[in-house]
């Protein structure tokens, strides 16, 4: 077991990539800590967890919240006593391009995408620094290391942000034996893609253009989560991680 002894507090885990992320570290050993604004799917999530053996429990996070994430945290010393691992993966997307998006929508989109994981991390780094350390994991995106046609300005904007922010934080809490990275997918097949994909056309671009030719699932992005948090990592730091079979290395 990878994550044996460790806890985690994972964002956006009721359901996708998040949810994924939870069940394997807590088949790997972790504890972990479901936040987010959905309480029915994230309970549920846990349940299911705790049900195949593992340890899980569910908190309600507001990610652009601070007090919300004090109250998530202060839960989780109470429950756990430490934190080991943060894995700012919640994230939205308003589908606007520049000239059609309403400032409104870009101001949710940073503050779901950006402010989140700042306040989060923020907040990680004295109880990281507590237990001697740990992991911290941002889900960026391609769009956080190129440009892409399919995307909006305002999506690569905020994933761009935590790609950097990853960065000047594995530098400045190295010290303290934090390392931070973050994790690039590709377009993950979801429900949602596949009913983008009853147009014959737009499956056929998608795929054409990712060498290794399928998309990504959420299980290939949770196994680079754990590469990342676990100590096979120990000297990965600052690293941009892309899991887009190979769809940036053009
Ligand atoms: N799905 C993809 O193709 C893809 C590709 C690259 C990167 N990503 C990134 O991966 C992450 C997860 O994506 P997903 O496809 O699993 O998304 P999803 O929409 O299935 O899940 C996101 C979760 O975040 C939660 N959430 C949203 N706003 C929140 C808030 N303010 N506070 C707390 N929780 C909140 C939602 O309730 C939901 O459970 C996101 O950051 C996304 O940008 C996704």
């Not at 604004?37 to 601070?66: H, P």
Request: a neutral charge.
């Amino acid at each position: 077991m990878k994550l044996k002894g460790k806890v985690a507090l994972i964002t956006g885990a009721a359901q996708g990539i998040g949810e994924r992320i939870a069940r394997l570290f807590a088949a790997e050993g972790a504890v972990v800590f479901i936040c987010d604004l959905q309480a029915e799917e994230g309970r549920k999530a846990a349940s299911e967890i705790e049900k195949a053996g593992g340890r899980a429990y569910f908190q309600t996070l507001n990610v652009t919240d601070e007090e919300s994430w004090k109250a998530a945290f202060e839960a989780l010393v109470k429950t756990c006593g430490r934190l080991d691992i943060l894995v700012n993966n919640a994230g939205i997307n308003i589908r606007e391009p520049i000239e059609e998006m309403k400032v409104e929508n870009f101001d949710k989109m940073l503050a779901v995408n950006v402010k989140g994981p700042f306040i989060g991390i923020k907040h990680a780094i004295a109880l990281l620094r507590k237990g001697g350390g740990g992991s911290i994991i941002n889900m960026s995106s391609i769009c956080g290391l190129v440009g892409h046609k399919f995307t909006t300005e305002a999506y690569t904007i905020t994933k761009g942000a935590l790609t950097l922010m990853t960065k000047t934080v594995g530098v400045r809490y190295a010290k303290d034996n934090i390392r931070c990275n973050s994790i690039h997918p590709s377009t993950v097949y979801t429900p949602l893609v596949e009913e983008m994909f009853k147009d014959p056309e737009k499956k056929a671009q998608r795929f054409g253009e990712i060498p290794l030719g399928r998309l990504a699932t959420a299980d290939d992005v949770a196994r680079a989560a754990l590469f990342l948090a676990s100590d096979d990592a120990a000297f990965l730091n600052g690293v941009a991680l892309p899991v887009d079979g190979g769809l940036t290395a053009y």
